[in-house]
């Protein structure tokens, strides 16, 4: 099992947002985190990823807490963040380069990834490239670059499509697949649902801080008793719950 959340709760100052959140996230799978904003999806990915502490609970990937080894955690986590976040003083390559000595790869091997991923997102001539120079678009596939190239277990991504373009989409689902492929997971948040429901192996619904359903896009059906609806249909009765 690679992500597991036992009864998370945890916020921001004496704020509480997460209340006794659990759910996990198998090896192999893609699981799509959904709800409204204010649910709670970007909290509970930054207690992931260790930018927020829980005040209780556990986050554990491969059986490992950021409490037991820090360093060995986090080489465990890629991470992709809705709004890119780049050095201005660093070329594309210096990112990859610092990607590889953060992480402590292999530089050749990972290299070599580097390469097809960044032929895949048509930027491997624009290596000696700052940051002002990329679209929002190109800044968040070097963020998907500076990923996908790691050894990571668990891959995390935040809001990925906006931004990119119709192909680019689809070279990012492709490698999504690629990895669930190699037993990896990923934890992708968005609220693009209808891509998601036909790229996800199941679905959280996340409402106030809490895990309103979680399951396979079947088993939510039966939950909501919605048999012909969609993610759409049943992300908006549950919405309406609270109306």
Known sequence: ??????????????????????????????VGLIGLNGAGKSTTIKHIIGLLTPRGGQ?????????????EYRKKIAYVPEMPILYSEL???????LTIMAYDLDHDKTWAKAHE??????????????????????????MIVCAFMTDARLFI????????DPLAVNDLLNIVEEKKQKGCS????????ATVQDHA???????????????????LKEKFDMQNGNLDDIYIK????DQ
């Open 1 to 30: 099992m690679t992500l597991e959340l036992k009864e998370l709760t945890g916020g921001y100052g004496q704020v509480s947002v997460l209340k006794k959140e659990t759910f996990t996230v198998e090896d192999g799978q893609v």
């Open 117 to 142: 991923l960044l032929k895949t997102f048509r930027l491997d001539n624009k290596l000696d490239w700052f940051p002002q120079n990329f679209s929002k678009g190109m800044k968040q596939k070097v």
């Open 157 to 164: 991504i935040d809001e990925p499509f906006t931004g990119l």
């Open 91 to 97: 070329t594309l390559k210096e990112h990859i380069d």
């Open 59 to 71: 986050i554990l990937i491969d059986g490992l807490s950021l409490q037991d080894n820090v360093e």
């Open 201 to 219: 192996d199941k679905f959280i619904l996340l409402n106030h801080g809490q895990v309103r359903a979680d399951g396979t896009l079947d088993e």
């Open 186 to 193: 990923v934890l992708m948040s968005t609220h693009v649902l």
């Open 238 to 241: 549950m919405s309406n719950e």
